[in-house]
């Protein structure tokens, strides 16, 4: 690796850590977070329901408070640093990402399944329009070959997108795998290419470099590992590594340490660690999210979370079939008769 390269860093806690704490974010912790995290010299903060805008529901989870709201106070303390906002086309509308855009967001980060990217031409097109700087997020990129992933990114680039990214929203790549698709990328899209990782196998990190290494320039990360399943690339961790490669960030090393370990560590019920369930997420393949709903739906039915996880796994069931887990959850329990619905 080059010791005269630059990573641009977007920081995730405050859209994917909501599904750690199960959208239970205040207004005063992200503000508390944000101010950190610009402090730090952070470029980009990523704020939004774990599902991207519009995502409260039922279906994904009730927020606790107005995502609206929190973008607001995120922009309100980021004086360098710009606040992106994460949609998926079906559950956020053109409406949401222009009072976004409207609240101070500088950057969209247009997300679908790695297959589907032909649905985020609309949004791309109008977050160009609004003069956001936007991203192609191909989720779920373990679940596609390179030459379909490399089509699926053209489009995006086509479509007007600035920067693509390879999405490893189940933690399942391993680095070889990485590597090819950031490779494919670089030989076949003209855009500056992302990497988003998980840690459910604990290779967020080796995911992470092997991404660097082939010419990612945009990268992921989240604080104290505050994200889905097991967390992100810890960006703390990821900051104090790419130093020692010589590799420059823009990032205050200890203040990022002092956030983590002072403003974000409270905020977590329990340490990120790979649990049981967030294994089985990076093992089977399932989408990050899933890992509450996953203990929820066993919880009701007395079943193992891990025998859901591993079947969903094989239905290939991926982000937006969340209501899919109940349904497999009670297939299951039919057919244990010492099962129990609480």
């Known amino acids: 690796m080059s010791t005269e390269r630059h990573i641009t860093i977007t920081e995730v806690a405050l859209r994917d850590g909501s599904h750690a704490i199960a959208h239970q974010y205040t207004v005063e912790q992200v503000l508390q977070v944000a101010k950190g995290l610009n402090d730090a010299g952070v470029p980009y903060i990523e704020v939004a329901h774990g599902d991207g805008l519009a995502g409260s529901s039922l279906q994904y989870g009730l927020s606790r408070t107005n995502e609206f709201e929190l973008i607001e106070a995120a922009v309100s303390v980021c004086e360098q640093a710009k606040v992106a906002v994460l949609l998926l086309p079906g559950i956020g509308t053109m409406k949401d990402l222009k009072q976004a855009a409207n609240l101070g967001a500088k950057m969209a980060r247009v997300a679908t399944h790695v297959t589907e990217a032909d649905v985020s031409a609309q949004h791309i097109a109008l977050a160009k329009e609004l003069g956001l700087e936007t991203v192609g997020f191909l989720m779920m990129s373990h679940m596609a070959p390179v030459d379909k992933l490399v089509e699926q990114a053209k489009l995006m680039e086509s479509y007007g997108a600035d920067i693509v990214y390879v999405v490893d929203s189940a933690g399942a790549l391993l ?5 090819e698709r950031i490779r494919a990328l670089r030989q076949h899209v003209g855009v500056e290419i992302g990497f988003h990782g998980h840690n459910n196998l604990s290779l967020a990190m080796a995911n992470t470099l092997a991404a660097i290494g082939e010419g990612a320039t945009r990268i992921d990360g989240s604080v104290r590992c505050l994200g889905a399943g097991a967390g992100n690339t810890q960006t703390e961790v990821l900051i104090a590594v ?16 002092d956030l983590a370990e002072e403003i974000v560590a409270p905020i977590l019920k329990t340490p990120q660690e790979i649990t049981r369930d967030s294994l089985v997420l990076g093992y089977a393949g399932v989408y990050s999210s899933f890992q509450l709903h996953a203990q929820r739906a066993a919880n009701k ?32 329990a039919k057919k244990k008769p010492e099962s129990v619905v609480r």
């Open 175 to 179: 680095p070889h795998e990485v590597t």
């Open 301 to 332: 039915f007395g079943i193992d979370s891990r025998d859901i996880l591993i079947e969903l796994g094989k239905r290939k069931v991926v982000g937006g079939q969340e209501d899919m887990i109940v349904d497999v959850a009670a297939e299951i």
């Open 242 to 257: 790419l130093d020692r490669l010589g590799i420059d960030t823009g990032v205050d090393l200890y203040k990022m340490m």
